[in-house]
């Protein structure tokens, strides 16, 4: 099967209702109270998921009436929404274990608990590396979210499965330490990908870097003499670019219309540009006084 952003996304609710489902059912055979909470953290799984899918399949609509430049921007929104979701299961981890750590609260082994925890490991392992692949393929930066996402999962559960050894030697402290770790590290993880598409949905000008690659494509086509400006600024996940070429004052209409649309074309070539506007403007000699 093609992996696609839409694919990893589908494949990402499928695995979470399949966690969702299997917590459930054993932790309700086996009355764990433990399990059964573990379901619920499954059940905001999907619903991040349902988000991100939601705002992929918005963004890949082509332009209409209302959204002449297209709907780039809902991955952006996509993501920020998870982006505030992982800091509040951040905090919310670490809330729990300093809890935990003041009240000397020591985490009860389970066989079936460990099940659980070993498998979430193996399915989160499996489709973060499958959301990875298609995220390499399309930068999508709901993917990128979606990526952190099963990896603070795999995270929260390889802590866990370190507090029940921790419990087997005495060293009940160790649960909750690991936890504050991994919790404050899923907080700035959440920050940074708030931060990441917040740029996207503010129209920031992307790099110099890619600013330069756009002004010498430019100056490579035949007839344009110089740049004067080049601004850019993001769209969404993508850049749209405004150029002011100059060109020879003798030049005919038709021909300088035709310099712009191959300046156009070669810049709209650029990975990550989503549209290129040309602006020409004729070389002005200086008249002797």
Same mark, same amino acid.
């Given at each position: 099967?093609?992996? /696609?952003?839409?694919?990893?996304?589908?494949v990402?609710?499928?695995?979470?209702?399949?966690?969702?489902? %299997?917590?459930?059912?054993?932790?309700?055979?086996?009355?764990?109270i433990?399990i059964? %909470?573990?379901a619920?953290?499954?059940?905001?799984?999907?619903?991040?998921?349902?988000?991100?899918?939601?705002s992929?399949?918005?963004?890949?609509? %082509?332009?209409?009436?209302?959204h002449?430049?297209?709907?780039?921007?809902?991955?952006?929104?996509g993501?920020?929404i998870? @982006?505030?979701?992982t800091?509040?299961?951040?905090?919310?981890?670490v809330?729990? @274990?300093?809890?935990?750590?003041?009240n !000397?609260?020591?985490p009860?082994?389970?066989i079936?608990?460990?099940l659980?925890?070993?498998i979430?490991i193996?399915?989160k392992?499996?489709?973060?590396? $499958?959301?990875?692949?298609?995220?390499?393929?399309?930068?999508?930066?709901?993917?990128?979210?979606?990526?952190?996402?099963h990896?603070?999962?795999?995270?929260?559960a390889?802590g866990?499965?370190i507090?029940?050894?921790?419990?087997? $030697?005495?060293?009940?402290?160790?649960?909750?330490?690991? @936890?504050? #770790?991994?919790?404050?590290?899923?907080i700035?993880?959440?920050?940074?990908?708030?931060?990441?598409?917040?740029? #996207?949905?503010?129209?920031?000008?992307?790099?110099?870097e890619?600013?330069?690659?756009? !002004?010498?494509?430019?100056?490579?086509?035949?007839?344009?003499?110089?740049?004067?400006e080049?601004? @850019?600024? $993001?769209?969404? /996940?993508?850049?749209?670019?405004?150029?002011?070429?100059?060109v020879?004052?003798?030049?005919?209409? $038709?021909?300088?219309h035709?310099?712009?649309?191959?300046?156009e074309? !070669?810049?709209?070539?650029?990975?990550?540009?989503e549209?290129?506007?040309v602006?020409?403007?004729?070389?002005?000699?200086?008249?002797p006084?």
């Amino acid at each position: 099967m093609k992996i /696609t952003k839409k694919s990893a996304v589908t494949v990402g609710i499928l695995g979470n209702i399949l966690l969702f489902i %299997s917590k459930l059912i054993i932790g309700f055979l086996t009355n764990s109270i433990a399990i059964i %909470s573990d379901a619920l953290n499954s059940l905001t799984d999907i619903i991040n998921s349902i988000v991100l899918f939601v705002s992929v399949k918005v963004g890949s609509k %082509s332009p209409d009436k209302e959204h002449p430049f297209g709907h780039y921007r809902s991955e952006p929104i996509g993501a920020l929404i998870v @982006a505030v979701l992982t800091i509040v299961l951040g905090f919310e981890v670490v809330r729990i @274990a300093i809890d935990r750590l003041i009240n !000397k609260v020591t985490p009860i082994f389970s066989i079936h608990m460990l099940l659980i925890l070993l498998i979430t490991i193996a399915v989160k392992a499996s489709m973060y590396f $499958y959301t990875k692949a298609a995220w390499e393929k399309t930068k999508s930066t709901a993917l990128g979210a979606f990526m952190v996402d099963h990896r603070n999962d795999i995270l929260i559960a390889s802590g866990a499965i370190i507090g029940f050894i921790g419990s087997n $030697y005495n060293l009940a402290f160790l649960d909750p330490l690991v @936890a504050i #770790f991994i919790g404050l590290w899923i907080i700035k993880v959440g920050f940074g990908i708030g931060i990441s598409n917040i740029k #996207f949905l503010m129209g920031e000008s992307p790099k110099k870097e890619l600013l330069e690659k756009i !002004k010498n494509v430019a100056l490579k086509v035949e007839g344009v003499r110089s740049i004067q400006e080049v601004k @850019a600024h $993001y769209v969404g /996940t993508l850049v749209q670019v405004e150029l002011h070429i100059m060109v020879d004052r003798d030049l005919t209409i $038709y021909r300088a219309h035709t310099i712009g649309r191959k300046v156009e074309k !070669k810049v709209h070539m650029l990975e990550d540009v989503e549209k290129a506007f040309v602006h020409i403007d004729p070389i002005i000699k200086s008249r002797p006084h």
